[in-house]
């Protein structure tokens, strides 16, 4: 089955409308929320961000989803291996990325595997521009890969955590199971509990 991006804007779009954060995790998520809108952690993302131009809560959300976030800056932003080994996961054969003595706050191993990431691997974020609702959780659901969209069924990458999500996951590399439950934390709740904390926070209109 063929993806419509278009469609799946505009549905990711209502879902975030009509999304509810499941109460019994709230406690989780406000946890991670505060962990990436940390200072220390926020101006990493905006570092990255300036240089990409993919805004860093957005980089953040997929921080954590691939490489569980802060304090693990030892990973690679695209698919959370190792940063001073080649990655065996999708996306293969990127890094080794290693820190150096000369390297600027901030501009480190994980700064350059995160450019590597947003700029050199698909779906290229650096390239998306539509950063509104809709625009924003599909290059992230593209980031994991349209295979719940191909199925027609909410992403668990983004959903997670939300009225909007029942059962389904890839359990590994294009393995799907529709009958296990994703227990990480949803990019979309993610998002929104970190907006509760953070003002600046805010999507394109």
């Not at 990493?44 to 300036?50: A, D, F």
């Not at 990325?97 to 994980?110: K, L, S, V």
């Not at 700029?119 to 974020?125: G, H």
Request: charged share 20%; aromatic share 10%.
């Amino acid at each position: 089955m063929s993806v419509s991006i278009p469609l799946l804007i505009a549905n990711n779009a209502k879902r975030w409308v009509a999304m509810n954060v499941k109460a019994s995790r709230l406690p989780t998520f406000d946890a991670t929320a505060k962990r990436l809108c940390d200072p220390d952690a926020k101006s990493r993302y905006q570092l990255i961000s300036t240089a990409t131009k993919v805004p860093w809560f957005v980089i953040a959300v997929i921080h954590e989803r691939e490489a569980s976030g802060p304090p693990h800056w030892d990973k690679q932003l695209a698919q959370g291996d190792p940063l001073n080994q080649i990655s065996e996961h999708d996306p293969e054969g990127r890094g080794p990325f290693f820190n150096h003595p000369t390297d600027p706050p901030g501009q480190d191993a994980f700064y350059r595997g995160a450019l590597d990431a947003l700029t050199a691997c698909a779906p290229y974020a650096t390239r998306w521009r539509d950063w509104t609702t809709g625009g924003t959780f599909t290059i992230l659901e593209e980031y994991n890969g349209l295979g719940y969209a191909s199925l027609g069924v909410p992403s668990a990458y983004v959903w997670s955590g939300t009225d909007q999500y029942v059962s389904g996951k890839y359990v590994a590399d294009h393995v799907y199971r529709p009958n296990v439950v994703d227990v990480q934390e949803g990019c979309a709740p993610i998002i929104a509990r970190m907006m509760a904390l953070d003002s600046s926070i805010a999507f394109a209109s």
